[in-house]
């Protein structure tokens, strides 16, 4: 029997076997993770380390903008 997520599953990630499971629960998590970074993200970056074919760190990286109002000259 199919997963009912089965059209969410990346390609690669398809696998009709029990073992499959696990590896559509990984992928579900770091899929939330990579979401969970990302929201809220105005500048920045959001980085996904994958070993074997699964991601095992998912890194987040935020800029703050300061926009030409916030320098000032210097003190004379």
């Not at 969410?8 to 770091?30: C, G, K, V």
Request: hydrophobic share 35%; no cysteine; glycine share 4%.
């Amino acid at each position: 029997m199919n997963h009912p997520d089965e059209n969410l599953q990346p390609e690669y990630a398809r696998d009709d076997s029990p073992s499959s499971a696990p590896a559509f629960e990984r992928t579900r998590e770091a899929l939330e993770r990579i979401h969970v970074a990302l929201r809220g993200l105005r500048y920045g970056t959001v980085t996904a380390v994958v070993h074997d074919g699964v991601v095992v760190q998912v890194e987040r990286t935020e800029k703050f903008r300061l926009d030409a109002r916030s320098k000032r000259e210097p003190a004379k």
